[in-house]
């Protein structure tokens, strides 16, 4: 497949809005009933309502997020461009990062005039993943740069109690709020657009760890957690 493929646009024919959101951690119907007794049939079937296809028998080609955005945005595998920048054994992700920032798809919907933007929902491996424009969806959670600049103050301790008090809290409106500004986003830009949402729901931090949480806050909050498949 071509690094730069080319495009033409057929003059008068009206181009669609596209919207690609990946729920991530919502697993198969099946699975979902099987594993945790949740009715995500219920939710198939208003899908298949509204015109959507179902692959039932779906399965993801990469173990991590990262990685199938990749592998999606380029339309092809990975093992062509690993092998050829003689990745195989590299631990460093920087390059999957560049490879979903530089894909294929972007470039083909910007030749046809569409407006690509992203919905910022705090994963870095998918903020951009290409896109011309990404919308930050406004939660009062501190960044980075915020968190290091008062680590520097007495009131560092209480802060960051509270920090971590509120996170479970916080990533939940991150992503409800994006939910929300994606049937917006076509006000704000006179061409079609493409509309790229990766919503961390019901991925952890979930709404049964939050009640956990609050019922025991913790000290330090483990990166390791079981997927639920919690209500979004």
Do not use: C
Not at 21 to 37: C, F, K, N, P, S
Not at 88 to 116: C, D
């Amino acid at each position: 497949m071509s690094e730069n493929p080319t495009v033409e646009i057929t003059e008068g024919v009206e181009r669609p809005n596209i919207y690609y959101i990946v729920l991530d951690g919502y697993g198969r119907a099946d699975v979902l009933e099987e594993l945790y007794q949740y009715p995500a049939e219920k939710f198939m079937d208003l899908l298949r309502n509204e015109g959507f296809y179902i692959a039932d028998e779906s399965r993801s080609n990469y173990v991590r997020t990262i990685f199938s955005l990749a592998s999606t945005f380029n339309m092809d595998t990975l093992d062509e461009f690993i092998e050829t920048n003689n990745l195989k054994n590299s631990h460093n992700e920087t390059w999957v990062r560049l490879y979903n920032y530089q894909n294929r798809f972007a470039k083909i919907l910007t030749g046809l005039r569409y407006s690509t933007v992203g919905i910022s929902t705090a994963y870095i491996g998918s903020n951009r993943a290409g896109m011309q424009y990404i919308e930050k969806p406004a939660v009062g959670r501190l960044n980075r740069f915020e968190l290091k600049l008062l680590g520097q103050t007495p009131v560092h301790e209480f802060l960051m109690d509270v920090q971590l008090r509120n996170a479970f809290d916080t990533h939940r409106e991150r992503q409800i709020e994006a939910m929300k500004r994606i049937p917006l986003i076509t006000q704000n830009y006179d061409s079609p657009v493409f509309v790229f949402a990766h919503i961390l729901l019901p991925h952890p931090p979930s709404s049964s760890m939050l009640t956990a949480v609050r019922q025991n806050p913790p000290i330090q909050i483990s990166t390791s957690v079981t997927r639920t498949a919690s209500s979004i």
